[in-house]
C-alpha cells in the first residue's frame, strides 16, 4: 500500500512541488535555518496555546541590574544635554565617552569573567530605552557593540583565544568596535557582496603565516570613524588551494584592526543630522592571519549564519528599545503639554482632534513596551525569535514614527522651533535612520516576516522543501510521503478551524482559563489565528515559489502576524501586572484597532488574490461579513486620553523609564508646569470666566497663599510653552 500511494500519490505530487519551488540559495537557507521559532508558531498554528504564552515569566531586574539603572544609568542620562551634542559639538563629548568606558556600558552583554557585566537582554534593553529619553547619538553609541559589534559574535562563535584576547579589550572600552557589512553594492542583498578575501601566505611580524589578503568598500557603518576594530564580513576565495580543494568559501567574518596599513577610514556620515560616529571605510590588499577569521579556520565560510544568529536577537533588542523610549517621551510630554496648553479657554486635551492623538500614542506606548518585555522575557530562555525580532524591529520602528507625527501635530509650533528646549524635533529627525538600518523595513515587511515565518513556522513545509532538494530520488520521496499525509490533515483541520469561529464570531475559539471578561480578546486572536493560517495555506499551495514576487501579499499577511504578536503581547502585560483595571481601556483601544487592521489586510488578501476564484472562496468563507468590526468608539477614545492628561499611576507606569532629573531642561519645566496646573486645578475652578487672580483676591475668592500658587503655576506654564530664539545673524 505505502509503495503504490509513494509511486502514484507521493512521487507526483513532489515533482510538482519541485517545479513550484524557487531555488533556495546559500544565504537563504542559512536565514531559515537561524535562530527559532516561538509564539509566532503557535499563531501560524492555528490553535495557539495560550497557558503557556501567559506561562512565560515576566522579565525582572537582579539587584544588580536594578543598581546600575539607579546608579550609573541615571547619572550618564544627568550628564547629557542633547542640544549641545547634536547643534552646537556634533559630537559626544569625551567626558561621556570616558563615563561609558569606565562604567563597562560597551560591555553590558559580555561575561564577568571577561570584564562585562553580564547583563541580562532585559537590563540591556531599559539601559538602551532610558538613554533613548534623552539623546539618541548617546543611545546608538550604546546600542552597537552590545549588538553585532562584534562581541556577540565573539561570545557565540570566537575561538577561546579571541575571547581572551578581545571581550576584556571590548567591555573597558580599550577597543571600540563597530561592524563593517553594508557595501555600496550590495544593502540587503549580502549575496551581491563584492569585498573579496583571498587566502595566500605572506610575511607577518617576521614570519612567512598563512592568512587573508582582504580588500573592501564599507559605508554607512556605526561608530566606524572612532573604532580600533572592526568586525568584516566580505566573500572568501581559495585560488592557489591552499586550505583545500575548494576555491569559493562563501561569506567569511574576520576581526581586523583599524590600525593596519592599507585601511582607510573615511570622513564621517551625518545621517539625518544625527551624531552618533557613522562613516565609510576602505580595505585595499590588507593581510590578516587566518587566526583573525571568527572561529579560526573552522569558522571560515559561516559569516552569513554567524550574522542571521546575531542579528536575530539583536534586531529585537536595539531598534525596538530605542522606538519604546521615543514612545515613552512622547507619551509624557504630550499628555502634559495637552494639560498646560490652553486654547479658547481650555486644556487643548479636552478637544476631541487632540484626544484622539493622545489616544494613539498612550496605546502605541503600551504595546510596544509589553511586546519589548515580553520577547525579552523569551530570550531569557535561551530562544531567539527571528521572525518575531523581524516583526518587533519593524512594527516598533513604524510606530514610532506615527507617535512622533502625533505628539509634533498636538505640540505644534513648541516642537517645530529647534533648540535647548525642544525634547522631540531631534527624535523626528532620527526615525528614517531606525526604519532603514539592521533591515530596511520595506523589505523586512514585503519579503522576510511573512516569507521566513511561513516556511519557519509550518510544521511541514520546511521539512518537504528539503525532502524536495535530497539528490536520492527515491529516498526524497520516501520523505515527503511520511509528511504529505500529515500535512492534509492538517489543512483540512485548519479549514474547518478558521470556517467555524468565522461564522460563530470566535465563539468557540479558545481562551485561556480565569480571564473573565478578557475572555473575548482571547477568542478573538484565536479566531483569526486560525484565518490566517488558512489563508496561509491557500497562498501556498496555489501560488507555491510565485507567491515570493508577491510581495504585497506577503506584506500585508506579515502584518496580520505582526498584528496578532502585538496584542498577545499586549494581553499578557495586562495579566502580568496583575490586570490594572484603570489601565484597561488602553488594551481595549490596542484591541478594536489591531482587529481592525487585520480585518483590513485580510480584505485586501482577499480583494487582490491573483488567483480570482480562490480569492472569492476566501472572502466568502473566512470574511463573509463586511463590517464585522469597527475601530475604537469615541468614548474609550477619551478615556486613554484622559490618562495621559492626569497624574494617574497608568501613565507613571506608562511612561516611568522617561528621564526627568534635569533641572531647568525642556522635560523639566513640561513637568513643573504640569504639576503645577494640577496641583492649582481646584483653585482655578474658584475663578469665574475671564476673573483675574487679582479680581479674584480682591473678591476675597482666594487667599494671597493661594494667589501665589496660582501665579507660580501661570509662570511655569510660560516657561514650558516658550519656545527657543536666537540671534537673527545664525548660521
Not at 517621551?329 to 484622539?356: D, H, M, S
Not at 518587533?392 to 506615527?402: C, D, I, V
Not at 511561513?454 to 510544521?459: F, L
Not at 509528511?483 to 485561556?512: D, Y
Amino acid at each position: 500500500m505505502n509503495s503504490w500511494r509513494q509511486r502514484y500519490i507521493s512521487a507526483p505530487l513532489l515533482r510538482r512541488l519541485k517545479k513550484v519551488l524557487p531555488p533556495i540559495s546559500d544565504t537563504e537557507r542559512e536565514a531559515l535555518e537561524a535562530g527559532d521559532v516561538w509564539w509566532d508558531a503557535e499563531l501560524l498554528s492555528g490553535k495557539p496555546d495560550w497557558s503557556s504564552f501567559l506561562a512565560l515569566d515576566a522579565p525582572v531586574f537582579s539587584a544588580e541590574e536594578q543598581a546600575f539603572l539607579d546608579g550609573p544609568v541615571a547619572e550618564l542620562c544627568g550628564m547629557i544635554d542633547d542640544w549641545a551634542i547634536s547643534a552646537e559639538h556634533r559630537r559626544i563629548p569625551e567626558a561621556i565617552w570616558q563615563f561609558l568606558k569606565e562604567k563597562r556600558f560597551f560591555g553590558m552583554i559580555i561575561p564577568k569573567q571577561y570584564g562585562g557585566l553580564e547583563f541580562s537582554a532585559y537590563a540591556h534593553s531599559e539601559v538602551v530605552v532610558r538613554i533613548s529619553t534623552r539623546s539618541i547619538a548617546v543611545a546608538v553609541t550604546v546600542m552597537v557593540p552590545n549588538s553585532l559589534g562584534p562581541g556577540e559574535l565573539l561570545m557565540e562563535f570566537g575561538t577561546q583565544a579571541q575571547k581572551d584576547h578581545y571581550l576584556p579589550r571590548l567591555a573597558d572600552g580599550r577597543e571600540i568596535p563597530c561592524f563593517g557589512l553594508t557595501s555600496p553594492e550590495a544593502g540587503s542583498d549580502a549575496a551581491a557582496m563584492v569585498d573579496r578575501g583571498e587566502v595566500c601566505y605572506q610575511e607577518h611580524n617576521g614570519e612567512r603565516v598563512l592568512g587573508i589578503k582582504l580588500n573592501w568598500h564599507k559605508r554607512y557603518i556605526t561608530l566606524g570613524p572612532v573604532a580600533t576594530l572592526l568586525g568584516l564580513a566580505f566573500k572568501l576565495y581559495d585560488p592557489d588551494h591552499l586550505i583545500s580543494d575548494r576555491e569559493e568559501w562563501g561569506i567569511t567574518a574576520a576581526l581586523v584592526s583599524t590600525d593596519l596599513e592599507g585601511i582607510d577610514i573615511g570622513r564621517r556620515h551625518y545621517p539625518a543630522m544625527q551624531v552618533f560616529q557613522n562613516g565609510p571605510n576602505w580595505g585595499k590588499d590588507v593581510f590578516i592571519p587566518m587566526d583573525q577569521v571568527i572561529g579560526g579556520q573552522d569558522g571560515i565560510g559561516q559569516g552569513w549564519k554567524m550574522l542571521m544568529t546575531a542579528l536575530a536577537a539583536g534586531r529585537s533588542i536595539s531598534l525596538p528599545s530605542l522606538s519604546v523610549g521615543g514612545a515613552m517621551l512622547a507619551a509624557r510630554t504630550t499628555g502634559a503639554y495637552a494639560r498646560i496648553r490652553e486654547q479658547f479657554g481650555i486644556p487643548v486635551g479636552k478637544f476631541e482632534g487632540v484626544q484622539q492623538c493622545l489616544a494613539q500614542i498612550a496605546a502605541t506606548a503600551y504595546v510596544l513596551d509589553a511586546a519589548r518585555k515580553t520577547t525579552m522575557g523569551v530570550l531569557q530562555t535561551g530562544k531567539v525569535p527571528v521572525v518575531i525580532s523581524a516583526i518587533l524591529k519593524s512594527q516598533a520602528t513604524y510606530r514610532l514614527r506615527n507617535t512622533i507625527n502625533d505628539a509634533m501635530d498636538v505640540h505644534g509650533g513648541k516642537t517645530v522651533c529647534d533648540g535647548p528646549a525642544n525634547y522631540l524635533g531631534n527624535i523626528y529627525r532620527c526615525i528614517p535612520v531606525a526604519i532603514t538600518v539592521e533591515g530596511a523595513n520595506i523589505l523586512t515587511r514585503n519579503l522576510i516576516i511573512f516569507g521566513q515565518g511561513a516556511i519557519r513556522c509550518h510544521p511541514y513545509l520546511l521539512q518537504e522543501m528539503q525532502a524536495a532538494e535530497q539528490a536520492d530520488e527515491a529516498e526524497a520521496v520516501k520523505q515527503f510521503d511520511k509528511l504529505l499525509f500529515k500535512h492534509l490533515r492538517f489543512q483540512f483541520a485548519t479549514l474547518g478551524r478558521a470556517v467555524l469561529h468565522t461564522w460563530t464570531a470566535g465563539r468557540f475559539a479558545s481562551a485561556p482559563p480565569n480571564v473573565g471578561n478578557l475572555a473575548g480578546h482571547y477568542r478573538s486572536l484565536s479566531r483569526y489565528s486560525a484565518v490566517l493560517t488558512l489563508v496561509t495555506e491557500v497562498a501556498l499551495v496555489s501560488l507555491g515559489g510565485a507567491l515570493k514576487r508577491r510581495e504585497l501579499i506577503s506584506a500585508r499577511l506579515g502584518d496580520v502576524l505582526g498584528e496578532l504578536y502585538l496584542l498577545s503581547c499586549a494581553l499578557k502585560r495586562f495579566s502580568d501586572e496583575g490586570c490594572p483595571e484603570e489601565s484597561r481601556p488602553l488594551l481595549d483601544w490596542c484591541m478594536h484597532t489591531g482587529i481592525n487592521t487585520i480585518r483590513q489586510r485580510l480584505a485586501e488578501v482577499t480583494a487582490n488574490f491573483p488567483i480570482r476564484p480562490l480569492g472569492w472562496l476566501m472572502r466568502l468563507l473566512v470574511m463573509p461579513f463586511s463590517a464585522g468590526h469597527t475601530p475604537p468608539p469615541d468614548e474609550l477614545t477619551c478615556q486613554c486620553a484622559a490618562l495621559l492628561l492626569s497624574d494617574s499611576p497608568t501613565r507613571r507606569r506608562l511612561t516611568d523609564a522617561v528621564f526627568t532629573g534635569n533641572p531647568g531642561d525642556g522635560i523639566d519645566h513640561i513637568e513643573q508646569a504640569f504639576i503645577a496646573v494640577i496641583n492649582t486645578e481646584k483653585l482655578r475652578e474658584k475663578l469665574s470666566d475671564k476673573q483675574t487672580i487679582e479680581q479674584a483676591l480682591s473678591a476675597q475668592l482666594i487667599t494671597e497663599a493661594e494667589a501665589q500658587l496660582l501665579k507660580e503655576a501661570g509662570q511655569a506654564v510660560a516657561l514650558a510653552i516658550a519656545v527657543d530664539d536666537f540671534d537673527a545673524d545664525l548660521k
